[in-house]
């Protein structure tokens, strides 16, 4: 039997800000993972995957992330994405606080 | 200090020229991310976690006032305010925004700084002593041979696409403060029989996975023969680097399967071949860079006023540990510590980079460095000026008495920026500086360096840390790895694997315990860390690190 696949969501980095993306079932890039597609088939993970790298004028390196089912939408599994999530953990910057890249407005 | 010659200027202008159209390209699309890569990384923009991360070379470390004052400008003006300064001379944005870059870059042009060669498989920065021109144990300044090296490998036709990243050091003073035995090439200025200036060469050291020190090549290079010397060497190296394999393809892993002898007759050989070639044009433009590096007027004055600022404690503290001995005895070195407990190793903001060149300008003759510990150094102030620089730095939270000691860290940026770690580094070295701060320990422990990279890359150069930590990924936790007994210096060596690794949470405690072995242990206060480890061995200090495993056995 093969194993279990485990459910993913796309994401990437934003060319312009260099922001950390997630990949919806619409299509579109969000900075917010829990809106993200949660992609609980491997086969359809790939299609996934295909579509969003074919933004390529919108977003740099997507990958496939592990990811679960959470209260208010798909979660992190893994710390790195984790982070990608907030920010660095030295500063108030970044997503924890709502910033984008960038000097501060 | 050298100064931009008009062929420097316009390679670098045309070179912001070409990339700017080359942003563009990007952003409407006619470029692929594949095909713009390696261009933007040719002119160090890289993209790391949470964006996209500028690295700007500081040649060997050396910097005047203006362009401190630049990257302050650049750091408030397209970033939030703060620059990072790594062990490889550089200052890192972490938060430019792609259609910015080109005005960065063209700022950077403006005090004749760029980001060339800061990335890729080509002579990347070279590094040198950041006491360089001060040190009072110097036999020369190494600065104008690092010049003359970076003039030759800037743009170098046939070293543009090495086998793997190149990286040289350069020092000229016996005691190593440039890490020289752990990069691809390092020199070490030292005299031959006749008292003459040359080089000691060494080759094929290097951190990264497969960490090695570096092994003489040459004990005695007439420092007229440097170029054609190292062009030898960097041709042979492009010729036999291993391109089939990406974690075989520095020059260590070269000398290591060909052998140092072979290596050395090959390189013998190339070099007799081209050193004709070498009609004297780099003698006659070395006379020109060292003219640009002679040393500042230095001023004659009484130097009663540090004399009398002494008798406050905070004050004394900070000379004992900031100050160094100049080659000028009414001088001392000032080394800054970007090491304030519990901020990040490295990272000065914009207004600290100003009171810093606005102290070079005042005190310092214009001069600044970085250096590969991740702090600033003012290499020029007279001793009647350093009560008002102490006071200076202290008002901008730049006082910090630690440098040498246990709190004064080498993080790399690991996960926190960094697209290729595998562990956060900077909360640890956030943590273990404020930990030692609050046990009121660290100046009776002295001399320890703590290095900290967050994956098995090394740029935190771990290895030659008296206590090496490893962030890696163990089945998706945080795990660290310690590492015991390196070395930087002059008597470098690569550090032991003590055991297994500590949790995030783990691994300030065992940094405790590890310290509050070695203060059991010591003979005496003279004897630092390093020289208790070196005479007791692994043992206590494991049985320190692992305790319940010293219960199990006695059991
Ligand atoms: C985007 C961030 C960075 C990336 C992608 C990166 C990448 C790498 C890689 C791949 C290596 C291993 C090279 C090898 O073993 O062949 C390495 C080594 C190294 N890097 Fe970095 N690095 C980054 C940031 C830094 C920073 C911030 C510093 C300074 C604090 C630094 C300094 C070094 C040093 C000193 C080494 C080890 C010496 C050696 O090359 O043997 N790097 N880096
Ligand atoms: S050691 Fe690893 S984590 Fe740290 S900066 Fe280098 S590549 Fe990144």
Request: aromatic share 8%; with cysteine.
């Given at each position: 039997?093969?194993?279990?696949?485990?459910?993913?969501?796309?994401?990437?980095?934003?060319?312009?800000?260099?922001?950390?993306?997630?990949?919806?079932?619409?299509?579109?890039?969000?900075?917010?993972?829990?809106?993200?597609?949660?992609?609980?088939?491997?086969?359809?993970?790939?299609?996934?995957?295909?579509?969003?790298?074919?933004?390529?004028?919108?977003?740099?390196?997507?990958?496939?992330?592990?990811?679960?089912?959470?209260?208010?939408?798909?979660?992190?599994?893994?710390?790195?994405?984790?982070?990608?999530?907030?920010?660095?953990?030295?500063?108030?910057?970044?997503?924890?606080?709502?910033?984008?890249?960038?000097?501060?407005? | 200090?050298?100064?931009?010659?008009?062929?420097?200027?316009?390679?670098?202008?045309?070179?912001?020229?070409?990339?700017?159209?080359?942003?563009?390209?990007?952003?409407?699309?006619?470029?692929?991310?594949?095909?713009?890569?390696?261009?933007?990384?040719?002119?160090?923009?890289?993209?790391?976690?949470?964006?996209?991360?500028?690295?700007?070379?500081?040649?060997?470390?050396?910097?005047?006032?203006?362009?401190?004052?630049?990257?302050?400008?650049?750091?408030?003006?397209?970033?939030?305010?703060?620059?990072?300064?790594?062990?490889?001379?550089?200052?890192?944005?972490?938060?430019?925004?792609?259609?910015?870059?080109?005005?960065?870059?063209?700022?950077?042009?403006?005090?004749?700084?760029?980001?060339?060669?800061?990335?890729?498989?080509?002579?990347?920065?070279?590094?040198?002593?950041?006491?360089?021109?001060?040190?009072?144990?110097?036999?020369?300044?190494?600065?104008?041979?690092?010049?003359?090296?970076?003039?030759?490998?800037?743009?170098?036709?046939?070293?543009?696409?090495?086998?793997?990243?190149?990286?040289?050091?350069?020092?000229?003073?016996?005691?190593?403060?440039?890490?020289?035995?752990?990069?691809?090439?390092?020199?070490?200025?030292?005299?031959?029989?006749?008292?003459?200036?040359?080089?000691?060469?060494?080759?094929?050291?290097?951190?990264?996975?497969?960490?090695?020190?570096?092994?003489?090549?040459?004990?005695?290079?007439?420092?007229?023969?440097?170029?054609?010397?190292?062009?030898?060497?960097?041709?042979?190296?492009?010729?036999?680097?291993?391109?089939?394999?990406?974690?075989?393809?520095?020059?260590?892993?070269?000398?290591?399967?060909?052998?140092?002898?072979?290596?050395?007759?090959?390189?013998?050989?190339?070099?007799?071949?081209?050193?004709?070639?070498?009609?004297?044009?780099?003698?006659?433009?070395?006379?020109?860079?060292?003219?640009?590096?002679?040393?500042?007027?230095?001023?004659?004055?009484?130097?009663?006023?540090?004399?009398?600022?002494?008798?406050?404690?905070?004050?004394?503290?900070?000379?004992?540990?900031?100050?160094?001995?100049?080659?000028?005895?009414?001088?001392?070195?000032?080394?800054?510590?970007?090491?304030?407990?519990?901020?990040?190793?490295?990272?000065?903001?914009?207004?600290?980079?100003?009171?810093?060149?606005?102290?070079?300008?005042?005190?310092?003759?214009?001069?600044?460095?970085?250096?590969?510990?991740?702090?600033?150094?003012?290499?020029?102030?007279?001793?009647?000026?350093?009560?008002?620089?102490?006071?200076?730095?202290?008002?901008?939270?730049?006082?910090?008495?630690?440098?040498?000691?246990?709190?004064?860290?080498?993080?790399?940026?690991?996960?926190?920026?960094?697209?290729?770690?595998?562990?956060?580094?900077?909360?640890?070295?956030?943590?273990?500086?404020?930990?030692?701060?609050?046990?009121?320990?660290?100046?009776?422990?002295?001399?320890?360096?703590?290095?900290?990279?967050?994956?098995?890359?090394?740029?935190?150069?771990?290895?030659?840390?008296?206590?090496?930590?490893?962030?890696?990924?163990?089945?998706?936790?945080?795990?660290?790895?310690?590492?015991?007994?390196?070395?930087?210096?002059?008597?470098?060596?690569?550090?032991?694997?003590?055991?297994?690794?500590?949790?995030?949470?783990?691994?300030?405690?065992?940094?405790?315990r590890l310290v509050l072995a070695y203060l059991d242990q010591?003979?005496?206060?003279?004897?630092?860390?390093?020289?208790a480890?070196?005479?007791?061995?692994?043992?206590p200090f494991?049985a320190a690190l692992?305790?319940?495993?010293?219960?199990?056995?006695?059991?």
């Amino acid at each position: 039997m093969s194993r279990k696949f485990s459910p993913k969501v796309v994401t990437a980095n934003d060319l312009l800000v260099g922001d950390v993306v997630y990949f919806t079932a619409a299509d579109q890039w969000t900075r917010n993972h829990t809106e993200a597609e949660l992609i609980e088939d491997e086969a359809h993970a790939q299609i996934r995957l295909l579509d969003a790298s074919a933004q390529r004028n919108v977003i740099v390196g997507a990958y496939l992330a592990d990811a679960r089912a959470g209260d208010h939408g798909p979660e992190p599994v893994h710390f790195r994405e984790v982070f990608r999530t907030r920010g660095p953990s030295n500063y108030a910057m970044g997503k924890q606080v709502g910033e984008r890249p960038g000097p501060r407005s | 200090m050298y100064s931009y010659n008009d062929f420097d200027e316009a390679f670098v202008r045309a070179r912001v020229a070409q990339f700017s159209q080359q942003v563009a390209r990007r952003i409407d699309g006619s470029l692929t991310e594949d095909e713009f890569k390696p261009l933007r990384l040719m002119n160090g923009l890289y993209l790391q976690l949470h964006a996209y991360m500028l690295r700007v070379a500081i040649p060997y470390g050396t910097l005047n006032s203006r362009q401190m004052r630049q990257l302050a400008h650049i750091g408030r003006t397209w970033d939030k305010g703060y620059g990072h300064f790594t062990t490889r001379q550089n200052i890192q944005f972490n938060w430019p925004v792609l259609s910015d870059v080109p005005a960065i870059l063209s700022a950077l042009a403006d005090v004749e700084m760029h980001a060339i060669q800061t990335s890729g498989n080509c002579v990347r920065n070279v590094t040198a002593d950041h006491f360089a021109g001060a040190a009072a144990d110097e036999i020369e300044d190494p600065r104008p041979y690092a010049e003359l090296l970076r003039q030759w490998s800037t743009d170098h036709p046939e070293f543009q696409f090495l086998p793997r990243k190149f990286k040289i050091a350069i020092t000229g003073s016996p005691n190593d403060r440039a890490v020289t035995k752990a990069h691809d090439i390092g020199l070490r200025m030292v005299r031959n029989g006749r008292g003459e200036p040359g080089f000691e060469v060494l080759v094929g050291g290097g951190l990264g996975r497969t960490p090695m020190i570096g092994q003489i090549v040459r004990e005695f290079l007439p420092v007229a023969d440097l170029l054609p010397y190292v062009e030898a060497i960097l041709s042979v190296y492009n010729m036999l680097g291993r391109r089939d394999n990406k974690y075989k393809a520095r020059i260590k892993i070269t000398l290591h399967e060909t052998g140092r002898d072979e290596i050395r007759r090959l390189v013998e050989e190339r070099f007799a071949e081209i050193r004709p070639e070498f009609h004297g044009h780099d003698q006659a433009l070395l006379d020109d860079i060292r003219a640009a590096f002679a040393p500042p007027a230095f001023r004659n004055a009484p130097v009663d006023a540090h004399t009398a600022a002494q008798v406050a404690p905070a004050y004394r503290a900070w000379a004992d540990t900031n100050l160094t001995r100049h080659r000028n005895d009414q001088y001392a070195i000032v080394t800054v510590s970007l090491k304030a407990h519990g901020d990040t190793p490295g990272d000065a903001t914009s207004d600290q980079m100003d009171v810093l060149a606005d102290l070079a300008r005042r005190f310092g003759h214009d001069e600044l460095r970085i250096s590969h510990e991740q702090n600033v150094i003012l290499p020029h102030v007279h001793k009647s000026d350093l009560p008002e620089v102490y006071a200076a730095l202290k008002a901008a939270g730049l006082a910090t008495a630690n440098v040498g000691l246990i709190s004064d860290i080498i993080a790399c940026p690991g996960m926190d920026y960094c697209a290729l770690a595998t562990a956060r580094s900077i909360p640890v070295a956030q943590d273990i500086a404020t930990r030692f701060d609050d046990l009121k320990l660290e100046h009776d422990i002295g001399p320890l360096k703590i290095k900290i990279s967050g994956c098995i890359n090394a740029c935190g150069h771990h290895h030659v840390g008296h206590i090496g930590i490893l962030g890696l990924d163990r089945a998706g936790v945080e795990n660290y790895q310690i590492t015991l007994g390196g070395d930087g210096t002059e008597t470098a060596v690569i550090g032991e694997r003590a055991g297994p690794g500590f949790a995030y949470d783990e691994i300030v405690p065992a940094i405790e315990r590890l310290v509050l072995a070695y203060l059991d242990q010591r003979e005496g206060p003279e004897e630092t860390f390093l020289a208790a480890y070196r005479r007791l061995g692994l043992a206590p200090f494991k049985a320190a690190l692992y305790p319940a495993e010293g219960a199990q056995d006695a059991a």
